[in-house]
């Protein structure tokens, strides 16, 4: 790889290691689906109910990690027909999966002692969000206006890897501990989601004004 190159893969390549411990995370459930790994009593609302967690698994991890090659413009330029064709058969798809079967899993299933209240409302917040995003982000796509296009998909891919940042958050608690919880866990874990919020505006201001009206009309 040439040195022009490679600054290009560093943000898919940061993606996708975000995304790893989600992803990983999503394994491990669905194990516990397929008896491939010893379900916890927390699992039992999974086991009882799984084609949510299923669809939200699947549609994640595909959603996350073949979400990150988008983000890659010499690919977008050099491939555009497997970038519209991912994004529209792929990726839109799989996203719409994972945020509203999040929703459905928020509302259909039990609700663990401490998840009531606010990270009851962040999780409809947020699964909203994303496939609103998406939603927008194909309107936009149609009627040929890439930038609005490019920044509702980036929000939505942001809410999406929200999980791997919301780990990172995590991760001083569960080395020191004590692991939070109530409240205290709703807060961080929708610091995650605003954290990545945050960086995705900061992309789409500082991009802004990058296409000359002649790229956006090509």
Known sequence: MTAPTRPSWLLPTGLILLSAIPVLGGAVRMGALTGGVA??????RFTDSPVPIVVHVVGATVYCLLGAFQFV???????????????R???????LAAALSGIWMTVAYPV?????????????????????????????????????????MTRGYAIGVGAGTQALVHLPFALVGPTPIGTDRA????????????????VIRRRAGTLRPAAVAA
Do not use: K
């Open 39 to 44: 379900a916890t009593a927390a699992d039992s």
């Open 73 to 87: 413009p010499r690919f977008r330029r050099r491939r555009p027909g497997w970038h519209r064709a991912a994004g």
């Open 89 to 95: 058969y792929v990726l839109v798809p799989c996203g």
């Open 187 to 202: 807060l961080l874990l929708g610091l995650g989601w605003l954290i990545n919020v945050a960086v995705a505006e900061w």
């Open 112 to 152: 663990p002692p401490g998840d009531e209240g606010l990270l009851f409302a962040l999780r409809l917040v947020f699964g909203a969000a994303m496939a609103a995003a998406l939603v927008l982000g194909v309107l936009a796509a149609r009627r040929r206006d890439v930038a609005a296009h490019r920044a509702w």
